[in-house]
T-cell receptor, first 114, second 115 residues
């Protein structure tokens, strides 16, 4: 029944490792996003993606890469993890071209890099 | 470019008192505005949204917000606070015709309810 689901919910790993977070939505939306929430609760968009374009926040390191096997999935791959990558990562989705529609968020993945 | 300012990183009210969380926006085109709530260790839940149909918007859990173009504000209110309202609240803006650029969030306001 969950509209936007992320796995895992918690991820603890060591510096230098490569990890992935998966996201799936069953709302039929065309656009998906990744947001990062830092320790001060600030939410910042990392990527938005639909089947035509990928919009990347220019401040996101290229160690982060989104991968979309199909319209319902947008996974986040992170290479060479650093301490500063520790945060909560949220996946979200919305209909394409409907700016008046809210984003639907997953429950987040808490990444801890040691 | 759009932006949102939430005044007060922490707001404390007594149970039963009025809740007022402030949000001011900046946008070069007519904006769509949203309030989300985040309970501890959970995701973001939509409280309400302004999409130009009505300036006073009612949401879930007894919350409402009023869009004031002249003040570029979209403050969130609730007449009587309940202990269960304790959470982090985020105001967000999205520009009309913004395509796939998502929401821009304010820094959040932590609402504390005193018994």
């Amino acid at each position: 029944d969950t509209a936007v689901s992320q796995t895992p919910k918690y991820l603890v790993t060591q510096m230098g490792n490569d990890k992935s977070i998966k996201c799936e939505q069953n709302l039929g939306h065309d656009t998906m996003y990744w947001y990062k929430q830092d320790s001060k609760k600030f939410l910042k968009i990392m990527f938005s993606y639909n089947n035509k374009e990928l919009i990347i926040n220019e401040t996101v390191p290229n160690r982060f890469s989104p991968k979309s096997p199909d319209k319902a999935h947008l996974n986040l791959h992170i290479n060479s993890l650093e301490l500063g990558d520790s945060a909560v990562y949220f996946c979200a989705s919305s209909p394409l071209g409907q700016s008046n529609s809210p984003l639907h968020f997953g429950n987040g993945t808490r990444l801890t890099v040691t | 470019a759009q932006s949102v300012t939430q005044l007060g990183s922490h707001v404390s009210v007594s149970e039963g008192a009025l809740v007022l969380l402030r949000c001011n926006y900046s946008s070069s085109v007519p904006p769509y505005l949203f309030w989300y709530v985040q309970y501890p260790n959970q995701g973001l839940q939509l409280l309400l949204k302004y999409t130009s149909a009505a300036t006073l918007v009612k949401g879930i859990n007894g919350f409402e917000a009023e869009f004031k173009k002249s003040e570029t504000s979209f403050h969130l209110t609730k007449p009587s606070a309940h202990m269960s309202d304790a959470a982090e609240y985020f105001c967000a803006v999205r520009e009309a015709g913004g395509g796939a650029d998502g929401l821009t969030f304010g820094k959040g306001t932590h609402l504390i309810i005193q018994p």
